[in-house]
Structure formats: structure tokens, C-alpha cells
């Protein structure tokens, strides 16, 4: 039912900037919640930014706050994550997420294949 798409990870050096994109088709559900979540290599699933469908509302990892910002496009079909002055530290794979409900579980049901984000000293 339910399909992720993401797009937009690459290489950029420290302090630059990226936007991911996460297309989801087949969404049914009265209420969901979107997240970005990043793996890297021998560390935990970290959530960085999570949106609530029913009213847009954002929160973030305190690691990315204002620095990060997610959004979604009016068809509410497509979530953004600007990434601003990027660090090596977020290196990572990042991997969008969608949960029916109001709030984000620790295992959402749905998944993309993920995108990688490499950042360069």
C-alpha cells in the first residue's frame, strides 16, 4: 500500500547544504506522522525530524535544531528535509519514515530504501 521514495543525499563538504525529498503514494490513513530517521556505521537508528499530517507540526533532535528543517509540499504527498551547514557528524544513511498515527513510534510501519548523506571535512 503505503511506498517511500527518497532522494536528494550526496557528498558535500562540511557546512554546506542538501534537501532531501520523500515522495509516499498510497496513504489512506485519518492521521500519520512522517520522520526522518539516520543510521550511521555502529550507531543507533537516530530520529532527526518528525511532521504531524494532521497540522504539519515539526520537532527535531536537538543535535539538528536549527540547522534542519522539515516541510511538506501542499499535496502533502512530499516531505523535505533542508539540511543547512552540515557537519561530519551527520553523516549517515537517512531514511524516510511514515507511521499511522498521531505520533511516531520507535519502529514505524513504513519505510524508504534510504539515501546516503556523506559529509567531508
Known amino acids: 500500500q503505503v511506498q517511500l521514495a527518497e532522494s536528494g543525499g550526496g557528498l558535500v563538504q562540511a557546512g554546506g547544504s542538501l534537501r532531501l525529498s520523500c515522495v509516499a503514494s498510497?496513504?489512506?490513513?485519518?492521521?500519520?506522522?512522517m520522520a526522518w530517521v539516520r543510521q550511521a556505521p555502529g550507531k543507533e537508528r537516530e530520529c532527526v525530524a518528525s511532521l504531524r499530517g494532521s497540522d504539519g507540526n515539526t520537532n527535531y533532535q536537538d543535535s539538528v535544531k536549527g540547522r534542519f528543517t522539515m516541510s511538506r509540499a501542499n499535496a502533502e504527498n512530499i516531505v523535505y528535509l533542508q539540511m543547512n551547514n552540515l557537519q561530519p557528524e551527520d553523516t549517515a544513511v537517512y531514511y524516510c519514515?511514515?507511521?499511522?498515527?498521531?505520533?511516531?513510534?520507535?519502529?514505524?510501519?513504513?519505510w524508504g530504501q534510504g539515501t546516503q548523506v556523506t559529509v567531508s571535512s
Open positions: 519514515a511514515l507511521d499511522p498515527m498521531s505520533y511516531l513510534r520507535t519502529e514505524p510501519a513504513y
Open positions: 498510497g496513504l489512506t490513513f485519518p492521521y500519520y506522522t
